[in-house]
């Protein structure tokens, strides 16, 4: 019988973890858009805050996975399988009907956010690479500059005039 199955303290526990993981994933949404208009602003400093940011948030994270892993293995115990094999429909059996309805409701949610995290994410790559494509031809031209810089008093030479260019418009013969 499926309510003997049930378990009164396994609901709000994922309840409580999917919340946890909603404020986390609106979190780094929210460094990732801030980490885009740094970067379209040309804000290095900005840029390199936000990137800290991140990197905290994915540590936070690292440490919610962590729990995540531990109520899979929880009620994959109840259930006979092992952890990783535990997917969302076997987790909310073992939840009444409302707090299973309520774990749907969020994991939907937070699917959502980490989509919309991965597409700014990629945004911000390419904009990064466009910026870094920029300045690599920035360094490119100036690179063919010539040098202006200090040389040894051996290695300096008198300044040339550029070569002579001969334009023909007409060739006349007599």
Known sequence: MTTALLDTTLGPAVIGHLDAQLASARRLLEGVLRQGQAIRAQD?????SRLAEIQGEMERRGRLEADRARLLEQAGARLGLPG??????ALTSLMSPADGAAAWERSAELRGLIGQI????????ALMRQELAF???LTRIMGAAPDTGYRPPSEQAAPQAPPAVAFRTLDLQA
């Open 118 to 125: 991965a597409h700014e994410h990629n945004v911000n790559r």
């Open 44 to 48: 290095v400093e900005g840029v390199l």
């Open 84 to 89: 990783h094999a535990v997917a969302l429909e």
């Open 135 to 137: 300045l690599d031809h």
